[in-house]
C-alpha cells in the first residue's frame, strides 16, 4: 500500500513534469536558429565557442542519469517498467523522461536474483569512482572557463540554456524527492536517516559519494553479504 507521504511526493514529481514539459512546449527551443550552432559545439569538444558553465551543465546532463542508473538497474529487477528504457530516455531527454519511472514505479526495499555483469557494472565501486572524477574536472573547468555573468545573461535570454539548467536542477532535486533513493538505501541495510540527508543536502556530489561507499547487494547465488564494494 502507497502511504500517503510516498503519494504527496509522487504528486509532487508529477506536477513539476507536467508544467516543465509543458514549459518546454511553449519556449520550443528546436525551433530557436541559435540551438543548433550550440548543440553541436558542444557535441563536437569546441567548447572554446561555449561558456564553460554551460559545458559542465550539458555534460553533467550525461553524469546524472549514470547516477541515478545506479539506483534504477537493480530496483528494476524487482519493477513492471523496464528501467533502460527510462534511463535510455534520460539520457535524451532528462527529466521529462525519467520522471514518469520515479512516479509509477512500486516501493520495494529487497532485491531478488543474482547480479549479472550489467548490474555488477553499476554496483561497482569503480563507477562512482570515475563518475566523481568527471563531475570534478566538468564543475572546476566551468569554474576555470565560464564566465558566471554572461551565463546568467544566457539563461534569460537563449531558451536552450534556461531549460537544460532547469532540467539538470530537476534531475538533482528529484533524486532525493523520490523514494527511489530511499528504497536503495533500505534495500542495502542503510535505515539510519543520516545516510539520506547527507545525500539529499548536498546535490551532486552527496549521491556521487553514496555510490562511492554505499555497501553492496547480497547475491544469493554467490553468498556475497552485505559488505562495502572495493571493485
Not at 27 to 47: C, M
Amino acid at each position: 500500500m502507497t502511504s500517503l507521504t510516498t503519494l504527496i511526493r509522487q504528486m509532487v514529481i508529477s506536477v513539476i513534469w507536467l508544467g516543465f514539459t509543458l514549459y518546454i512546449v511553449w519556449l520550443a527551443p528546436l525551433d530557436r536558429p541559435e540551438t543548433f550552432p550550440i548543440v553541436r559545439h558542444l557535441l563536437t569538444l569546441h567548447w572554446s565557442e561555449v561558456n564553460g558553465y554551460l559545458v559542465a551543465i550539458f555534460w553533467l546532463m550525461g553524469v546524472l542519469p549514470m547516477i541515478y542508473g545506479c539506483l534504477m538497474f537493480t530496483d528494476g529487477r524487482m519493477q513492471k517498467l523496464p528501467a533502460l528504457i527510462y534511463f535510455l530516455a534520460s539520457n535524451f531527454t532528462g527529466i521529462v523522461g525519467l520522471a514518469p519511472y520515479l512516479v509509477l514505479r512500486d516501493r520495494n526495499t529487497s532485491f531478488r536474483g543474482s547480479l549479472d555483469r550489467w548490474l555488477r557494472s553499476f554496483e561497482s565501486r569503480s563507477m562512482g569512482i570515475i563518475l566523481s572524477l568527471v563531475t570534478t574536472l566538468l564543475i572546476a573547468y566551468a569554474l576555470i572557463q565560464g564566465n558566471w555573468q554572461d551565463f546568467v545573461q544566457e539563461w534569460r535570454t537563449i531558451p536552450f540554456v534556461h531549460l537544460i539548467t532547469l532540467d539538470f536542477c530537476f534531475m538533482n532535486l528529484f533524486l532525493p524527492l523520490s523514494p527511489l533513493l530511499d528504497d536503495d538505501l533500505a534495500r542495502r541495510g542503510l535505515q539510519d536517516s543520516y545516510w539520506f540527508w547527507a545525500i539529499a543536502l548536498l546535490p551532486l556530489f552527496g549521491a556521487l559519494a553514496y555510490l562511492c561507499c554505499r555497501p553492496t547487494l547480497q547475491d544469493p547465488e554467490l553468498g556475497l553479504a552485505l559488505t562495502p564494494n572495493y571493485q
